[in-house]
């Protein structure tokens, strides 16, 4: 079925659900990056990292969850 656009339903879900993965894959990169400051598309951040123990603690709870 096609809407008012000419796109079909699926492509534009599938558009839609492309996006969304880029964008969760972007922001996961960030946060796990070491960086303080941080500039993306015009759009400036400054921030505080995680500490070491942090990182260790991340890691540990995302080792867990990868278990089956």
Known sequence: ??????FSESF????FAA???LITIVFAAIRKSRCTALS???IRCTREP????EVLTEIKM???T???
């Open 40 to 42: 993306c598309c015009g």
């Open 66 to 68: 990868n278990k089956v």
């Open 50 to 53: 995680l500490t070491g123990k």
């Open 62 to 64: 995302e080792e867990g």
């Open 12 to 15: 534009l879900l599938g558009t």
């Open 19 to 21: 996006l969304g993965g």
């Open 1 to 6: 079925m096609e809407n008012q656009t000419g």
